[in-house]
C-alpha cells in the first residue's frame, strides 16, 4: 500500500468539473481579483462562522500580520503565544515590530495554557494569538475571561480549524479577531494560496479592508493609512466556494477516522488524541505521541504509510529567535510535543480498508 498523509488529488477530482467550468466564466470575463467571488466566499465564510465581516486576503500569514496591524500593534508592544505551532504564529508577530511571548502548552490538547498566558501579562501586553492547533478549540472561555480582565486584544490563529465548535460557536468567533488559511492541505484548502479575517468589528473590518489594498480608501489612490497587497484571486475564491459546500461532510470524516483510531489503538502505549467534546476537534491533524516516534515513523514509511511531525522544532529555539533569549527547558511541554508527536493520515477520502491497515501496522510495531 502507499498511504500520503494528505491526497489532494483524490479531493479534487470531487470538485474538478465545477471549477474548471467556473475558471472558464471567470477567464471570459477578466474581472480577476477581488470581484463577485471573493464577497460570495467572504459572505458564505462569516455566515457560517457567525462572524459579522470576512475579509479575504492572499494566504494565513497575512492574516494574522492585517490583524495585528489592524489592532494597532507594533513597536514596544508585546504579543502572548504558543512556541508550540506553525512558524507564522509568531513571525507575524516580529514582522509587525512586535515582541513575541511565548508561554508553554497543556499537555493534553497541547494548546497554549491560559493559566500560562496570564503569568506572562505585563503592562507592555496588547495581545495573545491563540491556536486552535491541529483543529482542536482552545479554551476560548477561560481565555476570553482573561482578554476582558486585563484588557488585551485575542487574535484566533484558526488555519486548521474551520468548523471546531463549542456549544454551537464557531471558531473564529470567540476573540477580536480571527486569521484563516486556505493553504492547499488545509480542511477547507484552495488551489493555490489564500486566507481571510474575521472580525465582529465594523470599524476592524474597515481598517482591514483599507489595510489589504495599501491601505486605500473607496477613492483611488488616497491612502489613510500604510497598508500592504493582500488580495485575494477570484479563480481561486470560487474554488473555495465550491470546495466549502463539502467542509462539513469532510470534517465528519476526519472525526469518524480519528474516532476509529481511539478505538483500535486505545490499548497502545502511545497517547492519543482526547476525543471529548469531539465537535470541538476538526482533526486537520491526527496526532499521537510515542516515546518511540522516529522507530515508529520509519517502521510505517518501510509499509508504505506516510507520516509527518508537526512540528519537530518549537519556536522559542528557533535560530530567527534568538534574540528573545529563550532556553532549551523553557516550555517542558511543547518540548515533549515536539520530541513525541506524529501525525498519521486522517484526511476525509482515506478508505476503510487504509485506515485498518494503518492500525495493524501501528499495532504490529508494538508487537499487539
Ligand atoms: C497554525 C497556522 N498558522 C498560520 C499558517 C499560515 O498560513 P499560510 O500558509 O496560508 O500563510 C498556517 C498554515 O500554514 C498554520 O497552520
Not at 496591524?69 to 515590530?97: C, H, N, Q
Not at 482533526?283 to 504509510?305: N, P, T
Request: proline fraction near 4%; glycine fraction near 8%; hydrophobic fraction near 40%.
Amino acid at each position: 500500500m502507499n498511504i500520503p498523509l494528505v491526497n489532494l488529488k483524490l479531493q479534487y477530482k470531487k470538485v474538478e468539473k465545477e471549477i474548471l467550468k467556473g475558471i472558464k466564466e471567470i477567464l471570459k470575463e477578466q474581472r480577476l481579483i477581488l470581484g463577485k467571488y471573493c464577497a460570495l466566499l467572504e459572505e458564505t465564510i462569516g455566515k457560517f462562522t457567525g462572524v459579522k465581516h470576512a475579509i479575504s486576503c492572499a494566504n494565513g500569514t497575512d492574516a494574522l500580520i492585517l490583524s495585528l496591524m489592524s489592532l494597532g500593534i507594533g513597536d514596544g508592544d508585546e504579543v502572548i503565544t504558543t512556541p508550540y505551532t506553525f512558524f507564522s504564529t509568531a513571525s507575524s508577530i516580529a514582522l509587525v515590530g512586535a515582541k513575541p511571548v511565548f508561554v508553554d502548552i497543556e499537555p493534553k490538547f497541547m494548546n497554549i495554557d491560559p493559566v500560562k498566558i496570564e503569568m506572562a501579562v505585563t503592562e507592555r501586553t496588547k495581545a495573545v494569538i491563540v491556536v486552535h492547533l491541529f483543529g482542536k478549540l482552545c479554551q476560548m472561555e477561560k481565555i476570553m475571561h482573561l482578554a476582558r480582565k486585563h484588557g488585551i486584544y485575542i487574535v484566533e490563529d484558526m488555519a486548521q480549524s474551520i468548523g471546531a465548535r463549542k456549544n454551537g460557536k464557531m471558531a473564529g468567533s470567540f476573540g477580536h479577531v480571527a486569521a484563516l488559511s486556505f493553504y492547499p492541505t488545509k480542511n477547507l484548502g484552495g488551489i493555490g494560496e489564500g486566507g481571510m479575517v474575521l472580525t465582529k468589528s465594523g470599524e476592524l473590518a474597515r481598517k482591514l479592508k483599507m489595510l489589504r489594498v495599501h491601505g486605500m480608501d473607496e477613492k483611488p489612490y488616497t491612502h489613510e493609512i500604510i497598508g500592504i497587497n493582500s488580495r485575494l484571486d477570484e479563480i481561486k475564491a470560487f474554488a473555495l466556494y465550491v470546495k466549502f459546500s463539502y467542509l462539513q461532510e469532510w470534517n465528519k470524516k476526519r472525526i469518524e477516522n480519528a474516532k476509529f483510531y481511539n478505538e483500535k489503538l486505545k490499548d497502545l502505549p502511545i497517547v492519543l488524541p482526547d476525543l471529548e467534546d469531539e465537535e470541538s476537534h476538526v482533526f486537520h491533524q491526527y496526532v499521537i505521541r510515542s516515546e518511540k516516534r522516529d522507530e515508529l515513523m520509519e517502521f510505517l514509511r518501510k509499509r508504505g504509510i506516510q507520516t509527518g511531525i508537526y512540528y519537530p522544532l518549537p519556536l522559542h529555539l528557533q535560530e530567527c529567535f534568538s534574540y528573545l533569549g529563550y532556553k532549551k527547558g523553557d516550555f517542558p511541554c511543547a518540548e515533549e510535543a515536539s520530541a513525541k508527536s506524529l501525525a498519521i493520515p486522517v484526511y476525509p477520502e482515506l478508505k476503510e480498508k487504509e485506515r485498518e491497515y494503518i492500525v495493524k501496522s501501528i499495532r504490529k510495531f508494538f508487537r499487539a
